[in-house]
């Protein structure tokens, strides 16, 4: 379903590869990490379906809906830094990260969510629009931590939080059995 997904939203002739991580985040049960070597669909997927893990997360993670992208709004803008050094620093967030959720300990969960971020933009600055520098600013100061979901910080934002506000939505992950 996920390559069937991937193949409407990248027709040939499509300006950017885009979606395989939003396609397999659909798809797939449980918290994934996928592992790239130079191709678009990930070599190996490695997963977490404990149920004490999913259960945590569910109720730490929520999205906050943003507004959705201008048109003509573009995210690569010839200013990105693809780095060794930033490849190796986002690999190594995502290292932390994983042991986070393994751990399940919240409060470095959520730094490192947002240091994912910070480096996210930092290779690909049209990944904030201007718009949205002040409500990530915002949410760093009343929550845990906050990555945006969509290029340009349009459609949603993810947020770590103990304390959620009502306009945050709620997930629900879905475990193997469901």
Not at 50 to 77: C, H
Not at 98 to 103: E, K, L, P, T
Not at 143 to 170: C, E, I, Q, R, T
């Amino acid at each position: 379903i996920a390559k069937t997904i991937f193949a409407i939203e990248n027709p040939p002739g499509h300006k950017y590869i885009s979606g395989v991580v939003d396609q397999l985040g659909i798809c797939l049960p449980g918290i994934n990490r996928l592992k790239f070597d130079n191709s678009h669909w990930p070599y190996r997927i490695e997963s977490i379906d404990d149920p004490n893990i999913l259960e945590w997360l569910s109720s730490i993670v929520f999205l906050k809906q943003t507004k959705p992208r201008p048109a003509g709004y573009e995210v690569f803008q010839g200013r990105e830094n693809f780095s060794k050094k930033l490849l190796q620093l986002h690999n190594d967030l995502s290292e932390e990260t994983w042991g986070a959720i393994q751990q399940m300990d919240t409060k470095k969960f959520g730094k490192l969510i947002s240091d994912v971020c910070d480096c996210q933009q930092a290779m690909i600055p049209g990944y904030v629009a201007d718009q949205t520098v002040g409500v990530l600013q915002e949410i760093k100061k009343h929550h845990l931590g906050v990555k945006l979901m969509g290029a340009g910080g349009y459609g949603y934002m993810m947020v770590v939080s103990n304390k959620p506000s009502p306009d945050f939505l709620k997930l629900s992950i879905r475990d193997a059995k469901a």
